[in-house]
């Protein structure tokens, strides 16, 4: 998706399909789009050499994953040598095969960033154009195909899945509605797209996941939650492998540790997103993860640790005090009343 900025239809420019061709490392490149294409790209081609200047229009970077964590890779990707220019907005490009130059506004004051190559990741639109889905009777919109929960189109005989569809646009989520699809359309099983333990990574280093409903939806629901949290350097394996930068964040029930949704920044993030993933498709709360052996040292046991905290966090100073008086246990008493407390 180009968006409507003066200058694009005469500026060369590369998007996430034609960056793939590129023949030869440029020593400067633009990227519009703080996303995750952007994001991923920025710190591929900083590390391969190429001086990169990444702009979009939000305050931060991956505004779909959570702040705090999306705040630590910016300023990893800072440390590497990305330079952001966030809460800006692009008023014009213009440029020839060898050099461009973007001008970008903020605060209300125009400044002019050049570089050798530009790549424009603002997002991705579904190719509807040569379907003459007009001629079919399907109906569709800007985003995409109009599908149901079993990926069926208007048409009762004609579905639609991944990415044409404008519902989802993750590889993964492709393979699960042609799952769904195919249940429904040949087998005629009844089966239905699950909305609500909807992963997805983006693939930096750290990597950065997430999986069900965010702190914000959470909010704006009213819905009682706690927040368990592990660090990265906490994990042991993270140590022996120099990749401690990270934490791992649940939002559960408090006393019955139902899992609404999880945030994962480090090392192998996606891998342990799916451990959480899998928990909630399953009705499995965080007291069933911490019962469950885990092998060590592996990653996976930090999503375990993770759990751990629910039972931390639910121990009464009154109740341990009454332990310790019962059976005479001797030694200093933890401190249960603090919320940041980790284990």
Known sequence: MVPPIPGFSETPFYTNESIFEIRNR?????????????????????????????????????????????????????????????????????????????????????????????????????NLESLQLEAAGVKFTKSGI?????????????????????????????EHMAKVAVANALLKFPMKIDNKHVPWCTYTDPEIAHLGATRQELDSQKISYEIYRFPYRMIDRAITDEATTGWIKIYAKKFSGKIFGADVLGAHGGEIIGQYALAMRNGLSLKKIADTIYPYPTYALGARRAADQWYIKNQSSTVVKWLRRIFRYRGPLPDVSDPDRIV
């Open 146 to 174: 109009t599908v149901n929960e079993k990926c069926r189109t208007n048409r009762r005989h004609i579905y639609a899945v991944g990415d044409v569809t404008g519902r989802y646009q993750f590889t993964h989520m492709s």
């Open 26 to 126: 440029p020593d400067s490149m633009i990227i519009i789009g703080g996303g995750p294409i952007g994001i991923e790209m920025a710190q591929a081609f900083q590390r391969l050499g190429t001086r990169i200047d990444v702009v979009d229009m939000a305050d931060r970077i991956l505004v779909r994953d959570d702040p705090e964590l999306s705040d630590i890779l910016r300023k990893q990707l800072e440390n590497e040598g990305v330079t952001f220019h966030l809460g800006t907005k692009v008023s014009a490009v213009e440029g020839v095969e060898q050099m461009g130059s973007v001008t970008i506004s903020q605060n209300g004051q125009s400044r002019t960033l050049t570089a050798e190559k530009l790549l424009v990741a603002a997002g991705r639109r579904p």
